[in-house]
């Protein structure tokens, strides 16, 4: 039987290969990565499917319906193309089947040519791999001279990080699947993806339409991966999160924990109101209702983050506990804790889809500092996640992140450390190793100066 769990590469419900940088699990992958691969979110934009239908703006403003045009048996064909990346259609289309070479498929492929398969759908995901082995070769490693020559500029190896992975995604996502109006394939061994297409990207319209295999593989990623849940310890035992395609997944749990286990300030006696700004999959609410917040107020601005933390906090019998409003940073009112675990890069997004993993301008973590002691009541807290990955980097200074806390008039009462557990802070050949091995993900502890 050919159906979406024989297509799925599983080897234990937890280790998903990650359907983005196919390389690894999911569970080893980098935190931008991995908002990616399972979750990111769509800051600004009003739902995750708006990704896939992206187009730039037309001439008169409006979205002009982006199609993907190739010529088949001397006939001009069209079909409506999906991307998850904010790609454009590639220019050029050559049909590809079981008899292209994967140094071929490479070689077209760099070339910024579509290759549109036409043959057995387990070949195209062979093939896929075969340009991710290439594409992932070990590059020489440059010159000691070269080196010592290079301008060591604030974020060089980010900046050039970003700049391979954005090429690697472009060259991966040449490769083409079309899908018939009900979102079937109509290959040789394909898998059913009806269901998991219409759960990250709606109902079908009826429409054939052209999309990246890589981009496929995300939406099948994101059905497994909605299904079996995430395990968060600090939620307490076998509590499951249930991220939704589009939303942040809470995989790396040592956040959460931070929350769990934060002194719970003694005005949360009078006042038991807690606030969630960015709600995601709703895990941060969750784990303050369980902590014993009488009332939890969630904010996000993605229609698709407050689905999913409604259904999260549902299975978790939460639902009365927390409120979910559709917001920009803050609800109206005060709380006694007020948490927020903004986006940890400041970068600038080159594709929606960075908009899931960058925080251009550190806007979201700004914004939150500067109204943060309107949203305290007298005694209150707020609880600012942050990793300093984004120092290591050389994307921000402590010093601004102190100056933004005092123009802010907060001081500091304490902060919270946990070393990031995932492998790739293990992983030597990962380019930006030094920044991973050195980063804490700290809690820290604010409040309006007296
Ligand atoms: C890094 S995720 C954290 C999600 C969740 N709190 C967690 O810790 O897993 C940041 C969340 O903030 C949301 N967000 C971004 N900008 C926002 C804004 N201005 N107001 C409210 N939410 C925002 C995003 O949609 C996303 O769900």
Partial sequence: MCGLFSFLILTRARSVLCPFCLTASVSFCTYEARSLCLAGYS??????????????????????????VWTENNEVRSRRWRTDHGSATPKKVVLADDTMSADTAFRLACEGTGLLWRGDFQNARQLLQ?????????????????????????????????????????????????????DSIPLRRAPDVRQACAQALGPADGQPSVMSLRSLQGVIGAFEWRKNGVEVPALGEALRI??????????????????????WPAAMKTHSVAFDIGVGTGVLSAVLARRGAAKVVGTDMSDRALACAKDNLQRLGLQNQVQLEAADL???????????????????????????????????????????????????????????????LGLRTREELMGWIDAAGLTVLGRIDAKPVHGKAQDATDPLHAARAAEVTSLWRLAVRG
Avoid at 242 to 261: D, Q, T
Avoid at 361 to 375: E, I, R
Wanted: positive net charge.
């Fill in 43 to 68: 800051a600004g934009l009003a739902r995750w499917s708006d990704f896939l239908n992206y187009a730039p703006p037309g001439r008169n403003g409006m979205n002009a319906q982006p199609e993907l």
């Fill in 130 to 182: 075969a340009l991710a082995r290439r594409i992932d070769k070990p590059k020489k490693p440059r010159s000691k001279k070269s080196d010592a020559m290079a301008p060591a500029l604030p974020g060089a190896a980010f900046h050039t990080h970003r700049q391979a992975q954005a090429h690697r995604s472009r060259v991966l996502n040449q490769l083409l699947i079309e899908l018939e109006g009900d």
């Fill in 242 to 263: 249930h991220p939704h395609y589009g939303v942040f997944s809470p995989v790396r749990g040592e956040y959460v924990a931070l929350v769990a286990k934060a002194p």
């Fill in 330 to 392: 803050f609800p109206i009112g005060q709380a006694a804790v007020v948490v927020c675990n903004p986006p940890w890069l400041p970068a600038r997004p080159t594709s929606l889809l960075d908009q899931a993993v960058y925080d251009e301008g550190s806007q979201m973590l700004k914004g939150f500092l500067a109204g943060l002691s309107t949203h305290l009541c007298t005694g209150g807290e707020g609880w600012l996640i942050l990793s300093d990955l984004a120092e290591h």
